[in-house]
Structure formats: structure tokens, C-alpha cells
């Protein structure tokens, strides 16, 4: 039998009680290669083997010069000298620059020993026996320096940094093809409810197609994790149970979605509060309030409502903060900014309500109202827009802190 939740808490403590249940989910580390690390989050220091620039080379095509020989020149008075090399990118044998020569040069090219200048080649005729040059930039104009970027044996990327295009980029830079990452931790996703069918299925009267399980099984695998979802259960204690049983074995986490209400048929509170390991409570937020965490068979698990934007903000709210802090992302919360509200907003006291709202410029909208049966309008959504506990209405144009949660992009 449900029992009614007797226990309260503030966002903070419930989500402080998540991370502190998931802090040891975070299963090892593994080597893979560069190309295979995107999302990764790195498990160790990576150190420059190479500096970078790893040599000095041109910025531009040109001619690679002494600036003695060429920062005299104009339209009016040219200087005219003999191109004594070709050097394109890639070449690995370039002479030094003999005074009163130009070496042609291509950009990313080795600067030869001795050249102080790139003149680009629009300052010049493009000459390949001898050139003529109409003006000159700066003594030093033009040349990418050795280690300018990064110093060879320095740190390129510390552990915990999220591995994204740019960081890889820079890993492959200093000559690394493979990086120690953290596994991803297991998560099994399980739905309950039942008037679920599957999408695709035909619906009786009464039914509804299940979609909640999808969206926690992308937020996993978007937050760092790697997700199983498991087909969703009726509202049937044994068999949930046993379910959840059968799959345990390799999950560093299970996420089940419904069942932790107030009402009758409360699958997930019936089963799981019978172990004693689970604790159901309310959660002083709106929506999501009803939430459950604990261990099943001393595996971490989090119990989040059914409502489908309930489950959506419950899972940003508590649970990807919490894998994202066991992966040792240092900074594992989402951004958040200040923004104008378009419109008024009303808000129930003494709870957190985190409303769905799309971004603009400075300012937010908000798309769809407080209920947590929305999906339209959370799928419109980019930014949950915090309201706190004692705010119970704001005027248009009032300054709200939203969160970037991301959204589908138009
Ligand atoms: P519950 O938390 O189980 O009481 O469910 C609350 C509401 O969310 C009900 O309207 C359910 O039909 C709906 N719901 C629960 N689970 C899902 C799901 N997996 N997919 C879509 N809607 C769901
Ligand atoms: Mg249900």
C-alpha cells in the first residue's frame, strides 16, 4: 500500500541526498582512441609532447624575408630580390635565409633560420625567380611562433575536462591517438504505468504511448552515462520487480519513471518501499515534487514522477547533476544566466517551480503553462525558468535566472 510522504525537502537537500547516492556509480576508466572520445570525460592529465606551434611557421603565403632587406619598401621605391627557395607546407629540408634573399612560402610552412618577416603576396608580384615587393608589414609580421600556443611538456587538458571538438582537436594537436576517459556508468531505465503502449502501437481507449523512458535514456546518454532502457512494466508490483531483478547485475544506476505518487497503484512506491532501502518523499518544487531515492540490491536508484515534464525536470534537476559530479566534471551543473521575462508569471509559495521558456536575446517567454502533462511545450522549450520558493508573482520584465537546458534548435 502507498503510504502518504512524510518526509519534505528543499531542492538543495534532495539533490545534495542524489549526489551523494550516485558520487560512487562512476565505474573506472578506459583508454580509447581520440576519434571515439567525444562527450568522453577525461580521466587523466593530458601533457603537450609537442608544443605548439610545434616550429615557427608563415601565417600567410608570401616570401619569407629579412626585414633589413625588405621594410624599406613602397609602390614608389620597390625592392626587387631572388626567390632562393620554394617552401610549401610540408616540406622538412628548408636552407637558412641568405641575406638579400627571399624564400617563397606557403602558409603553415617552416620559417627558415634567419627570416624575420612574411611579406604576404599581395604586397608583391608573385614573382618565382625574383620578386618584387611593394611594401612590407612589421619587423616580425606574420610568423606563428614555436610553443606560442602551448609550451611543449605543459598540461593541454586536465582530467574531468568534457571532451568536445575543440578539446579533441587539441589532444590530436599534441599527438595523442588515444585518451583515458571514465566509463560511462550503466543505466537502466525503467517505465511504469499501466496505459503504456509503445509508439507504433495502436491505443485503446485509455491508453498512451509511452515516451518517458526515450527521454531519460537520451538525457543519460547526453549527461556522460550510457542507458538501458528496459520495457516498460504495468502497475504490478512482482512484476516490476522482478524486471528490475533480472537486470541489476551489470547497472551502476536504475531510473524508473511513474509510480511515486499520492494516488492507488503507486508500482514503484509499493515495491520499493516495502525493501526499507528506497525513501519516498516530497520535494518543496513544482513540477516533479513527489521523488524516491535509495539502493536496490545495493545499486543506486532513482525514482522519478510519471508526469513526462515532471520526469524531464526531475532528471535536470537532481539526477544529471549528480552522474555529471561522479564523472568528476568540475563544473557539472548547466549554465544558467539572467534574463527578462517577457510576460507576468504566477508561482505557488513555498515551493521551486521551474517553468518552461524559450530564449531571446536577454529575454524569455515562457511556452505552455505550469502543467507537468505539456510535452508540446516542453519540446518548444530551450531554458527552465527558475522561480524561487517565495516568489509567487513577477510582473513583464522582471529578472528571472533561467537554465540552459537545451532545446530543439530552429
Ligand atoms: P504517475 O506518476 O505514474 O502517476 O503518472 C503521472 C502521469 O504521467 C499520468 O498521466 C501517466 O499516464 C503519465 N505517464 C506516466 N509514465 C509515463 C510514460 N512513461 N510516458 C508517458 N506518460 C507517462
Ligand atoms: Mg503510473
Not at 614573382?127 to 611543449?152: M, N, Q
Not at 515516451?211 to 504490478?236: K, M, Q
Request: net charge negative; with cysteine.
Amino acid at each position: 500500500m502507498s503510504t502518504p510522504a512524510k518526509v519534505r525537502r528543499t531542492v538543495e537537500e534532495h539533490r545534495a541526498a542524489v549526489t551523494a547516492l550516485l558520487a560512487g556509480c562512476s565505474p573506472g576508466t578506459e583508454e580509447v582512441p581520440v576519434a571515439a572520445a567525444a562527450g568522453r570525460v577525461l580521466a587523466e592529465d593530458v601533457v603537450a609532447a609537442v608544443g605548439l606551434p610545434v616550429f615557427t611557421n608563415s601565417a600567410m603565403d608570401g616570401y619569407a624575408a629579412r626585414w633589413s632587406d625588405v621594410g624599406a619598401a613602397t609602390d614608389g621605391a620597390p625592392v626587387r630580390l631572388p626567390v632562393a627557395e620554394d617552401v610549401p607546407a610540408g616540406r622538412t629540408d628548408v636552407p637558412a635565409l641568405a641575406p638579400g634573399t627571399v624564400h617563397r612560402i606557403m602558409t603553415g610552412a617552416p620559417v627558415p633560420d634567419g627570416a624575420d618577416v612574411v611579406v604576404p603576396v599581395e604586397a608583391t608580384d608573385g614573382g618565382t625567380d625574383r620578386v618584387t615587393i611593394t611594401s612590407s608589414p612589421a619587423a616580425g609580421s606574420f610568423l606563428r611562433h614555436a610553443g606560442e600556443d602551448i609550451a611543449a611538456g605543459s598540461l593541454a587538458l586536465p582530467a574531468g575536462t568534457v571532451l568536445g571538438p575543440a578539446q579533441l582537436g587539441l589532444a590530436a594537436s599534441v599527438g595523442r591517438a588515444s585518451v583515458v576517459v571514465r566509463r560511462r556508468p550503466r543505466v537502466l531505465v525503467l517505465s511504469t504505468g499501466s496505459e503504456l503502449v509503445a509508439p507504433g502501437e495502436p491505443l485503446r481507449p485509455g491508453q498512451i504511448h509511452e515516451s518517458n523512458s526515450l527521454v531519460l535514456a537520451a538525457a543519460v546518454d547526453a549527461a556522460g552515462g550510457e542507458a538501458r532502457t528496459l520495457h516498460f512494466v504495468p502497475d504490478d508490483v512482482d512484476q516490476f520487480l522482478s524486471t528490475v531483478r533480472g537486470a541489476l547485475a551489470d547497472a551502476d544506476l536504475l531510473i524508473t519513471s511513474g509510480g511515486v505518487s499520492m494516488g492507488a497503484y503507486e508500482v514503484v512506491k509499493d515495491a520499493l518501499g516495502a525493501l526499507g532501502t528506497v525513501q519516498f518523499l516530497a520535494v518543496a518544487m513544482q513540477p516533479g515534487g513527489p521523488q524516491g531515492a535509495g539502493t536496490v540490491d545495493g545499486v543506486p536508484v532513482v525514482t522519478l514522477p510519471g508526469n513526462p515534464v515532471s520526469s524531464f525536470v526531475s532528471f535536470e534537476v537532481f539526477v544529471r547533476p549528480a552522474l555529471r559530479a561522479a564523472l568528476g566534471v568540475p563544473r557539472p551543473d548547466r549554465p544558467r544566466l539572467p534574463a527578462r521575462l517577457a510576460g507576468p508569471l504566477t508561482s505557488p509559495a513555498g515551493r521551486r517551480q521551474f517553468l518552461r521558456g524559450r530564449l531571446d536575446g536577454g529575454t524569455v517567454e515562457l511556452v505552455g503553462g505550469a502543467g507537468s502533462h505539456l510535452v508540446a511545450s516542453l519540446a518548444r522549450s530551450d531554458v527552465l525558468v527558475v522561480v524561487p520558493e517565495e516568489v509567487t508573482e513577477l510582473p513583464a520584465g522582471s529578472e528571472v535566472e533561467v537554465v540552459l537546458v537545451g532545446g530543439g534548435e530552429r
